[in-house]
């Protein structure tokens, strides 16, 4: 069974980063060719796709978002992180990761697992 679980922290203060961490289990990060993705849903709007690293390493990201994020992996681990630079409020959500089949269901927001999802408010 694949498991997905963010971590990282709930209050995030203006302009700071925001870091998560989604660790995977059940299935390695750089095998097969799934892409994991983050996703976020602000409160009252729909699904923002954010970013997602294919199994090989290829990156692919928001181009609204392209400037401020980063994800890279620690495969030791078996984990995919999201850095969200110089965050404003608008950047409060929920925020999760997905293992897609491929990048048009990754951009989508459809996905074959997810994590449970975790809440980042941004406030001072």
């Known amino acids: 069974q694949v498991q997905l679980q963010e971590s990282g922290p709930g209050l995030v203060k203006p302009s700071q980063t925001l870091s998560l961490t989604c660790t995977v289990s059940?299935?390695?990060?750089?095998?097969?060719?799934?892409?994991w993705t983050w996703i976020r849903q602000p409160p009252g709007k729909g699904l923002e796709w954010m970013g997602a690293?294919?199994?090989?390493?290829?990156?692919y990201y928001s181009p609204s978002l392209k400037s401020r994020t980063s994800i890279t992996r620690d495969t030791s681990k078996n984990q995919f992180t999201l850095q969200l630079r110089s965050v404003t409020p608008e950047d409060t959500a929920v925020y999760y990761c997905?293992?897609?089949?491929?990048?048009?269901?990754?951009?989508?927001?459809?996905?074959?697992?997810r994590g449970q999802g975790t809440q980042v408010t941004v406030s001072s």
């Open positions: 059940g299935d390695s990060i750089t095998t097969n060719s799934y892409y």
């Open positions: 690293m294919r199994s090989s390493g290829v990156l």
């Open positions: 997905t293992r897609a089949n491929n990048l048009g269901s990754s951009q989508r927001g459809e996905y074959e697992y």
